[in-house]
């Protein structure tokens, strides 16, 4: 079994980039990938387009029909809030061991494995677990993705920190360039690389329609 867990330190910073940017290049360099968002808030099955799991679609190369939908994304929210909150306002529970258990299907197959994450790296699925619990659970490796306005350095120190804290293996951080009046750049990836030792990539803001395809090589995070 082999893959990635692409978590963040927050929501909106870039895992679905970071995520469908892997899927694309791997697939472009003859490696067979699948790409899983499995658990998505914020969505009504009527209007997929343009989500999360839409995307992945799109850089594995497949459609959207409902099967690849259910594959992609088996746990689906309506509202825009933690997942706990989210299933909460449904009168649902997230079913962890359902959502353990469809992840390691997944694995269970000869194909690099992208399990894109929800929000960051210590936010709720349910009463007691975190999405760091799910990390732990299905035992990936994983990349942390980061953006780059004022805030990150410390966002990025303590999410590594505590991933570090419960023994979570992390591959790399990837600093994708906030939109707006975010710090110079090249200027904060040094001081993110003066603050840890692992491999740290940087994606320049990224201009026009389906940005995955123009991010910088990702290959090496993920062993290739
Ligand atoms: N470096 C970048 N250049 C251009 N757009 C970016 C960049 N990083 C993130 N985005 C955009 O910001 C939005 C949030 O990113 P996304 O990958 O969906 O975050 P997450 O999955 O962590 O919620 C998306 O529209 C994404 O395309
Ligand atoms: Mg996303």
Redesign the pocket.
């Known amino acids: 079994m082999s893959g990635l867990f692409i978590t ?1 330190t927050g ?8 995520t469908a940017a892997l899927t694309y290049q791997l697939r472009q360099s003859g490696h067979v990938v699948t790409a899983l968002k499995p658990i998505i808030s914020g969505v009504s099955d009527q209007e997929m387009d343009g989500t ?1 799991t839409a995307i992945l679609a799109c850089a594995l190369g497949q459609g959207l029909d409902e099967a690849t939908l259910d594959a992609i994304s088996p746990f689906r929210y309506k509202a825009p809030l933690a997942p706990s909150m989210a299933a909460s306002l449904e009168g649902r529970v997230l079913d962890y061991d359902l959502l353990i258990e469809k992840c390691r299907e997944a694995m269970d197959h000869p194909v690099f494995t992208l399990i ?1 994450g929800v929000g960051g790296a210590f936010v709720p699925l349910t009463g007691d677990k975190l999405v760091a619990d799910w990390i732990q659970d299905v035992d990936l490796p994983a990349i942390v ?1 980061a953006g780059s306005y004022l805030g990150t350095l410390s966002h990025i120190t303590a999410t590594l920190e505590a991933m570090k804290a419960r023994g979570l293996e992390v591959r790399g951080v990837v600093v ?2 906030s ?1 707006g009046d975010a710090p110079d750049f090249e200027a904060t990836l040094a001081e993110v690389r003066r603050w840890t030792d692992l491999p740290v990539v940087g ?5 026009g329609a389906e ?1 995955w395809q123009q991010v910088p090589d990702l290959t090496a995070l993920a062993g290739f």
């Open positions: 963040a929501t909106e910073i870039g895992k679905t980039l970071v999360d894109e993705v994708s360039e939109a994606i320049p803001r990224i201009r940005p």
